[in-house]
């Protein structure tokens, strides 16, 4: 590989300002250089590649750039920029290679940006700018196509398989005891953005059966640490930015004859296999289409053991993490003739990766007229997942294969949004506060962590001009989402000096859940299924520690607002075509809203708690035409109610969520009147939600406020539920 070093024997003086880029890492080793003009060094290699599924340069890629700065040097400039930027861009196209014996398109990113500062002296006689960023898009295809050999059965192989990974790690370091300075603004970013795109579409090319399985996984941390006895001092204000925006779109759509049993493993099977795709009535172990997303890597923004100060301006410290994910598995293409297979569709999302914006150490200093410390989940379009399964018809032949769902779409959704002052240390089996010390200089200090999320998840089946449903199967659809929003003086972390402290949680989150019942087919005891689990804690707090005293004010707030609509749906037909079986609709909610100290408190001007939730959830289940069936001791009410709330549980702890057991649904009420069971329902909605908003001082603490104080708490929680089996 190429490396470009720079060094300097002995110190130079020009009059004039250097500019340095280069496609390779960049190295300066104890550089000692005053410009009389602007300093930029840049590590930037590009590249756009379109190839087809054997171009090498398609198939994997590393982009890496890199910016070290190290040695005992002394940098002067006018203007100073240091970057590292890593870019790259992929095409896959989705035409034929090796005459059609290959059925996959794959591309691996491997991506990375690094800037690090160990050491030595970085003076701007204006503004500083040191970032890391790593931008990645990548568009893969695959079109099914024949191989020409009449001895095998297609419906039975993978037609079209397209699979993108990419691994984009990007981290931005001083420390080393670096001293950096401004006499203007300050800017330290890592940026981390990712556009996907995989469609492996089953209705172009020149086959036309056979199962199209696309899958997308994003994964790599976005890293901004300022530690290790380090210092940056600027006149104006100093701005620390962790950032990530990853967007995804994963669609598979089914070829026109579909997939069939009895071929043995494929890719679509093994996906699902993997992916732990199973509804109440059990696994799935075949689809037509499958569409898989995953997402992780936490956004981390962190000042330890270090100074970071504006003499004249603000400090803010941010890390922000925004995505938008759409998965699409539809097998509505599906023609449903006598010789095509089964039409099921499985579309399957997991989300994981926090934003944490922390201070910490025991010799940290902060300063600014304003500090403020920041963690952000999404944001107004800039938090969303779409997930739809679509199904189609299924040929006469096929039947058989339909087993558990026509549609089946299950999203987990996790992610916590925290601004931190301290640190617990999670690495052993109990987790252990560190004494942290941080001193804010006086300044007011702000402490902000917001969650901005929306979770649609569709199973539904291809429908036609009359409402009508041609897709076969039943429907299952569920919607996990775990979100824990903190802004918290941790315990054991201490902070002197400070003058107004505000500690502000806001979270607001849309859920929807929607689940249409196909055409009769398969064994499942709901036609249509949906389920929704949101557990979210908002919390503002003062954990256990030293005594806080401060010269200000002292504000806690935390805010929760939630929506949530679970719908099931029977099929409009009636007669041989149309399911017997329930419509089920089911919502577990845990909200938590809590604003407390657990610590002494000085607070020489007002004291303000406040703890707010407004959240709405409605529950709708309207039945199939035909009823559901009997009951019998495998199929009831209750028993089916407490299924579902296992598989939501197992499904859960699988992604690393909380399920309903940790809300209501181990207290499951029995569905049954003051006179008798009801053993089966056509029709079935239901909500439960524990819900607890609290402002709280605990006993035994001592408290002195010299001005006002407030301690209050306000919940609005509405639940609407509608089980319509009029039909």
Do not use: W
């Amino acid at each position: 590989d190429d490396h470009l070093f720079l060094q300097t024997s002995g110190s130079a003086n020009l009059n004039f300002g250097v500019t340095v880029v280069a496609s390779c890492d960049i190295t300066l080793n104890a550089v000692n250089v005053t410009l009389n003009g602007d300093l930029v060094v840049r590590s930037n290699p590009v590249g756009n590649v379109m190839g087809n599924a054997i171009d090498p340069e398609a198939v994997l890629a590393v982009p890496e750039a890199l910016v070290s700065v190290s040695g005992a040097g002394s940098i002067s400039a006018t203007n100073i920029t240091l970057e590292a930027k890593a870019a790259k861009t992929i095409v896959v196209t989705p035409e034929a290679a090796f005459g059609g014996d290959l059925s996959f398109a794959e591309s691996i990113v491997a991506a990375s940006a690094y800037v690090t500062i160990v050491g030595g002296t970085i003076a701007a006689t204006n503004n500083l700018v040191i970032s890391a960023e790593s931008n990645i898009s990548t568009t893969v295809g695959r079109n099914p196509t024949d191989d020409g050999n009449t001895n095998d059965n297609d419906q039975q192989q993978d037609a079209a398989i397209v699979l993108t990974t990419i691994d984009n790690a990007v981290t931005l370091n001083i420390g080393g005891s670096a001293v950096l300075t401004a006499g203007g603004t300050a800017v330290l970013l890592a940026n981390n953005l990712v556009t996907a795109v995989a469609n492996a579409d089953g209705t172009a090319g020149s086959s036309d059966a056979g199962g199209t399985v696309a899958v997308t996984t994003i994964t790599g941390a976005t890293e901004l640490l300022v530690g290790g006895g380090a210092s940056l001092v600027a006149s104006g204000d100093v701005s620390l930015i962790s950032n990530s925006v990853r967007n995804a779109t994963t669609t598979a759509n089914a070829t026109p004859r579909g997939t069939t049993s009895g071929g043995g493993s494929t890719t679509g099977s093994t996906t699902l296999n993997n992916n732990n795709a199973s509804t109440p009535n059990g696994s799935l172990p075949l689809a037509a289409a499958v569409a898989v997303g995953h997402l992780g890597g936490d956004t981390l923004a962190e000042i330890n053991n270090a100074t970071v100060r504006s003499t004249f301006g603000n400090l803010s410290q941010l890390a922000d993490a925004k995505y938008t994910l759409v998965t699409l598995a539809d097998s509505s293409t599906n023609t449903g003739t006598s010789n095509s297979g089964i039409g099921v569709a499985a579309a399957i999302q997991n989300v994981s990766g926090d934003a944490i914006s922390r201070v910490r150490g025991t010799t940290t200093i902060i300063d600014g007229n304003q500090i403020n410390i920041n963690a952000r989940i999404g944001d107004t379009g800039l938090g969303t997942v779409t997930l739809d399964a679509i199904s189609g018809p299924t040929g006469s032949s096929a039947t058989n294969d339909l087993n558990v769902a026509g549609a089946l779409a299950i999203n987990v959704n996790t992610g916590d949004a925290r601004a931190q002052l301290g640190f617990i240390d999670m690495s052993g089996a109990n987790p252990v506060p560190v004494a942290s010390s941080v001193n804010a200089s006086s300044s007011n200090v702000s402490l902000s962590a917001t969650t901005t999320t929306t979770d649609t998840v569709r199973a539904t089946p291809k429908q036609d001009a009359n409402g009508k449903s041609i897709g076969a199967g039943a429907s299952f659809a569920l919607n996990i989402v775990d979100h824990v929003t903190e802004s918290r003086l941790l315990d054991s972390g201490q902070l002197m000096g400070a003058n107004n402290l505000t500690l502000t949680a806001n979270s607001n989150s849309i859920q929807i859940t929607d689940a249409i019942a196909g055409a009769k087919g398969g064994d499942a005891f709901a036609g249509a299924l949906a389920i929704t689990v949101a557990t979210e804690d908002t919390l503002a707090q003062l954990g256990t520690g030293t005594p806080t005293a401060i010269a200000g004010n002292l504000s806690l707030t935390a805010d929760h607002q939630s929506n949530t609509t679970t719908k099931g749906k029977g099929d409009a037909s009636t007669g041989t075509d149309s399911n017997i079986a329930a419509v089920m609709a089911l919502s577990y909610l845990n909200e938590t809203t809590e604003v407390r100290s657990d610590r002494n408190l000085t607070v020489p001007g007002n004291m303000t708690f406040l703890a707010t939730n407004y959240s709405t959830t409605n529950g709708l289940s309207t039945a199939n035409a035909t009823g559901a069936a009997p009951s019998t001791t495998t199929n009831n009410t209750s028993g089916n109610v407490n299924n579902s709330s296992t598989n939501a549980g197992t499904t859960a702890g699988n992604n690393g969520a909380r399920g309903p057991s940790n809300t209501t649904g181990s207290r499951t009420p029995a569905a049954a009147t003051s006179r008798d069971s009801i053993d089966v329902s056509a029709a079935v909605t239901l909500n439960f939600i524990e819900s607890s908003t609290r402002a709280s001082l605990p006993q035994n603490r001592s408290v002195t406020v010299d001005g006002l104080t407030s301690i209050r708490s306000e919940a609005n929680v509405d639940s609407q539920m509608n089980a319509d089996a009029s039909t």
